[in-house]
Nanobody
Framework: VQLVESGGGLVQPGGSLRLSCAAS????????LIWYRQAPGKERELVAT???????NYADSVKGRFAISRDNAKNMGYLQMNSLRPDDTAVYYC?????????WGQGTQVTVSS
């Protein structure tokens, strides 16, 4: 079982990034996909969720700026991040969940700075 995030990096305020989450070793299509983030000195924060059927939900802080999606045929999840702000700086993690199972990726760093 593996979740591997990619796509992080350094971006200027107002810029965009697209994070990817590659899943393997389990039936990805039947799992919720969740993106979390953790900024230095802060608790891990839920950013966005997408159900196996494609319903989405977002934290208030990212509504209208971020979009979560998935491609079950490719076992991939995505987080499109637009209008990035310095307070979006964090390590971003993808999480796949279907009770009682839960899997985490290793995280990818996103830094928003000029």
């Amino acid at each position: 079982v593996q979740l591997v995030e990619s796509g992080g990096g350094l971006v200027q305020p107002g810029g965009s990034l697209r994070l990817s989450c590659a899943a393997s070793g389990f039936t990805f299509s039947s799992y919720f996909l969740i993106w979390y983030r953790q900024a230095p000195g802060k608790e891990r924060e839920l950013v966005a969720t997408i159900t196996s059927g494609g319903s989405t939900n977002y934290a208030d802080s990212v509504k209208g700026r971020f979009a979560i999606s998935r491609d079950n045929a490719k076992n991939m999840g995505y987080l499109q991040m637009n209008s990035l702000r310095p307070d979006d700086t964090a390590v971003y993690y993808c999480n796949a969940r279907r009770v009682p199972n839960e899997y985490w990726g290793q995280g990818t760093q996103v830094t928003v700075s000029s």
